[in-house]
């Protein structure tokens, strides 16, 4: 099922619904395999916060193809384990700390873009390099190797890859990982890697290469939401001017904002699992080995959750969206991905007041064959 409006799921969704919270389908991108769809939000928390559902994909049954093993495709007690190492880097003081560094890569950035042309794509100028910047400070890495981060997870990401094409890609990371977590065994200084080596490592709780396996999960996660969310939120607010306009004149709307811009646009469009025993969601038994896709663009329109669910309303209400996830795999770093996009979003709107697209919206390339939805290019101009 393809989007036919950009802004919006695939219209099916909404007869899914209809159907019942729980829908037998045919994936015919899994090669016709059998799955469960799972469309509305309180069926899709139940799932999402039941360990009798499986993130492993080498399981039989599991609906989508295999992908290299990482932190989100484990289950308790692993999962809980190595999330528990780093979980704390992401919550409360922690992410608050973060404000003036991202503050001041985003200033650099809008800075250099200001400095050009009153004309920019604001893909490889701001959203691609920001979240990059932000990771690499984390990890204690050399901002100076941003750009090879971000072109390795963008090959390791890109639909059109082959899987040689993505093995080469997880491995080139894996390398560099390997190598930033043996420089801080030898030199550990004030980061994530060194406090995951210094407190789990060195005490034998865990290896180096599930250290630089958690990264590289990190700077993955951390890159291909926060990118794509950049340049579709900032497109999106430029197709409301007269909530723009509020947005500019009242600050305090940068979180509802974003809030509201992760349920509306939900870049990840869903979510699989299998079960590993019977389980009854939503009035339906869900067999052991039977595949569930969970549609989180179809529970963040849940007409009984969400009043008006198709309309983008930046002083909405009502909260719980599935966008960054829920349960177990809730995104470890959801909290600073929303510190992100409240920064960028707000600073740039503040420091171009004329703002708008270069190009007609049917010009926009969105990325519709992709894990993760968004746009290729966001041309824009202003008035110098």
Same mark, same amino acid.
């Given at each position: 099922?393809?989007?036919?409006?950009?802004?919006?799921?695939?219209?099916?969704?909404?007869?899914l619904?209809?159907?019942?919270?729980?829908?037998p389908?045919?994936?015919? +991108?899994? @090669?016709? %395999?059998? &799955?469960w *769809?799972?469309?509305? $939000?309180?069926?899709?928390?139940e799932? /999402?916060a !039941?360990?009798?559902?499986?993130?492993?994909?080498?399981?039989?049954?599991?609906?989508?193809?295999?992908?290299?093993?990482?932190?989100?495709?484990?289950?308790?007690?692993?999962?809980?384990?190595?999330?528990?190492?780093?979980?704390?880097? +992401?919550? @409360?003081? %922690?992410? &608050?700390d *973060?404000?003036?560094? $991202?503050?001041?890569l985003?200033?650099? /950035?809008? !800075?250099?873009?200001?400095g050009?042309?009153?004309?920019?794509?604001?893909?490889?100028?701001?959203?691609?390099?920001?979240?990059?910047?932000?990771?690499?400070?984390?990890?204690?890495?050399?901002?100076?190797?941003?750009?090879?981060?971000?072109?390795?997870?963008?090959?390791?990401?890109?639909?059109?890859?082959?899987?040689?094409?993505?093995?080469?890609?997880?491995a !080139?990371?894996?390398?560099?990982?390997d190598?930033?977590?043996?420089?801080?065994?030898?030199?550990?200084?004030?980061?994530?890697?060194?406090?995951?080596?210094?407190?789990?490592?060195?005490?034998g709780?865990c290896?180096p290469e599930?250290?630089?396996d958690?990264?590289?999960?990190?700077?993955?996660?951390?890159?291909?939401t926060?990118?794509?969310?950049?340049?579709?939120?900032?497109?999106?607010?430029?197709?409301?001017p007269?909530?723009?306009?509020?947005?500019?004149?009242d600050?305090?709307?940068?979180?509802?904002?974003?809030?509201e811009?992760?349920?509306?646009?939900?870049?990840?469009?869903?979510?699989?699992?299998?079960?590993?025993?019977?389980?009854?969601?939503?009035?339906?038994?869900?067999?052991?080995?039977?595949?569930?896709?969970?549609?989180?663009?179809?529970?963040?329109?849940?007409?009984?959750e969400?009043?008006?669910?198709?309309?983008?309303?930046?002083?909405?209400?009502?909260?719980?969206?599935?966008?960054?996830?829920?349960?177990?795999?809730?995104?470890?770093?959801?909290?600073?991905?929303?510190?992100?996009?409240?920064?960028?979003?707000?600073?740039?709107?503040?420091?171009?007041?004329?703002?708008?697209?270069?190009?007609?919206?049917?010009?926009?390339?969105?990325?519709?064959?992709?894990?993760?939805?968004?746009?290729?290019?966001?041309?824009?101009?202003?008035?110098?």
């Amino acid at each position: 099922m393809q989007r036919q409006d950009p802004f919006h799921p695939p219209a099916e969704y909404e007869a899914l619904r209809a159907q019942g919270p729980v829908v037998p389908a045919t994936l015919s +991108f899994a @090669g016709g %395999r059998p &799955a469960w *769809l799972v469309t509305r $939000i309180k069926e899709a928390k139940e799932v /999402l916060a !039941d360990t009798r559902f499986s993130s492993d994909s080498r399981l039989p049954g599991f609906p989508v193809r295999r992908t290299h093993s990482t932190l989100i495709r484990m289950d308790p007690p692993d999962h809980t384990r190595y999330r528990n190492m780093i979980n704390h880097e +992401f919550v @409360g003081r %922690r992410v &608050a700390d *973060l404000r003036p560094v $991202i503050e001041g890569l985003t200033d650099r /950035l809008l !800075d250099d873009i200001a400095g050009g042309p009153a004309r920019s794509d604001l893909l490889p100028t701001l959203a691609m390099p920001l979240p990059s910047l932000v990771i690499c400070h984390l990890l204690g890495v050399s901002y100076a190797d941003h750009v090879f981060l971000q072109e390795r997870t963008a090959d390791a990401l890109r639909a059109t890859s082959t899987p040689e094409e993505i093995d080469e890609a997880v491995a !080139d990371l894996g390398r560099y990982m390997d190598r930033v977590v043996q420089s801080k065994l030898d030199a550990p200084g004030d980061d994530i890697i060194s406090r995951l080596v210094t407190d789990h490592v060195k005490t034998g709780e865990c290896a180096p290469e599930v250290a630089a396996d958690l990264a590289r999960l990190l700077l993955v996660a951390g890159h291909v939401t926060t990118v794509n969310m950049i340049g579709l939120g900032i497109l999106t607010l430029l197709q409301h001017p007269e909530q723009l306009q509020e947005l500019r004149a009242d600050e305090r709307l940068i979180g509802p904002a974003v809030n509201e811009l992760l349920r509306h646009l939900t870049i990840t469009p869903s979510l699989a699992r299998v079960a590993t025993e019977d389980v009854e969601v939503g009035g339906t038994l869900i067999r052991a080995g039977e595949g569930v896709m969970i549609l989180l663009s179809s529970a963040n329109r849940d007409e009984r959750e969400f009043l008006a669910p198709d309309t983008f309303d930046i002083h909405r209400t009502e909260r719980g969206n599935l966008a960054l996830g829920w349960g177990p795999h809730l995104c470890l770093g959801a909290a600073l991905a929303r510190l992100e996009l409240q920064i960028v979003i707000s600073r740039t709107l503040r420091r171009f007041p004329s703002l708008r697209l270069a190009v007609d919206l049917d010009s926009i390339p969105f990325r519709h064959k992709v894990n993760i939805y968004g746009v290729h290019e966001l041309p824009v101009v202003w008035d110098e």
